[in-house]
């Protein structure tokens, strides 16, 4: 017989009243470990026969015995259908709980953020900007991403406790920061890929310098390969084989700050562009730098007209 207890056990409220989730209709950490110890006692009536080793004096007696002990097939098919059942109906209701819980979470998240004169504004019925980034919100699913510029920097996560965000935000800005291109190598950076291609694509713009932003975005990305091969071994590994969108938009948030300090002939502007140009896929979100001002969206970029003559 199949030695497997899967009964329907109550559910009690005995959830941390602290930080962790709490419900007084469900116990999601005591449901879940339910679950696994009965999955697990499923899976045990087949570890005789999962450890057989071959070549064993008592190889073939380990075997017949492993075999008396396996369940029919149509105990284990009840036994699992048993468990997906109760697994399906405790999904339900630990996602039920967790929406429910949801908005307080949230507000004891952005009533700590504004105590630590956080600047922080909602930005729209599911987000809010806080600080540079973005956090958007989906309530009724429990989950939460951080984006910069509307570039998403994390993947959504589960929240289940006010820490959840913290964690997520901190780890967004530890990964924003860690794409800072030093401030100053910045501005020669961005110049060389632009001169490159204001260069090859001189007839193709008429002489105006004006150039997709998208395009200096490519270009950055090969200049930064170029510049790590000039400083080692052709066969090294190289270390800025990646460059988000999000993390080329920060460099260039950091840059536009740095322009009051540059020379007037290698300033590079930065051009909204038409209605068009936006349908076409063209526009770049930027300023995500300050939290009080407005996303700003970019189509060209361009440098001074008298180098450009």
Excluded at 188 to 203: K, P, Q, S, V
Aim: net charge neutral.
């Amino acid at each position: 017989m199949l030695d497997v207890n899967l009964k329907h056990r109550s559910i009690d409220p005995i959830l941390d009243a602290n930080q962790q989730v709490t419900t007084d209709l469900f116990d999601e950490p005591g449901t879940i470990k339910s679950l696994r110890r009965d999955a697990n006692a499923i899976s045990a009536q087949f570890e005789a026969l999962a450890n057989l080793k071959a070549g064993e004096a008592d190889a073939l007696d380990l075997l017949e015995k492993a075999m008396k002990a396996l369940p029919t097939g149509e105990q284990i098919g009840r036994a699992v259908d048993e468990l997906r059942t109760r697994a399906s109906a405790a999904l339900s209701s630990a996602r039920g709980a967790r929406a429910g819980l949801f908005g307080t979470i949230e507000s004891a998240f952005i009533k700590q953020q504004r105590e630590a004169s956080v600047i922080l504004r909602e930005a729209g019925n599911s987000s809010w900007r806080i600080g540079m980034f973005e956090l958007e919100l989906q309530r009724e699913s429990s989950r939460a991403r951080v984006s910069y510029n509307r570039e998403p920097v994390t993947e959504w996560r589960a929240i289940g406790v006010r820490d959840d965000l913290d964690k997520l935000l901190s780890g967004a800005k530890k990964s924003l920061e860690s794409t800072a291109i030093p401030e100053s190598d910045l501005p020669d950076l961005l110049w060389e890929a632009y001169e490159y291609l204001r260069t090859i694509g001189a007839r193709s713009t008429g002489g105006t310098g004006r150039l997709p932003l998208l395009e200096l975005y490519k270009e950055v990305r090969v200049v930064l390969t170029r510049q790590e091969l000039r400083s080692g071994k052709p066969d090294r590994k190289l270390s800025r084989t990646e460059l988000p969108r999000w993390a080329f938009l920060y460099n260039i948030d950091r840059y536009r700050r740095l322009l009051p300090n540059l020379p007037a002939e290698r300033r590079l502007s930065f051009e909204t562009g038409s209605q068009h140009d936006h349908q076409k896929g063209l526009a770049m979100v930027a300023n995500g730098l300050d939290p009080n001002a407005d996303y700003k969206a970019y189509c060209y970029v361009y440098a001074a007209q008298a180098i450009l003559q």
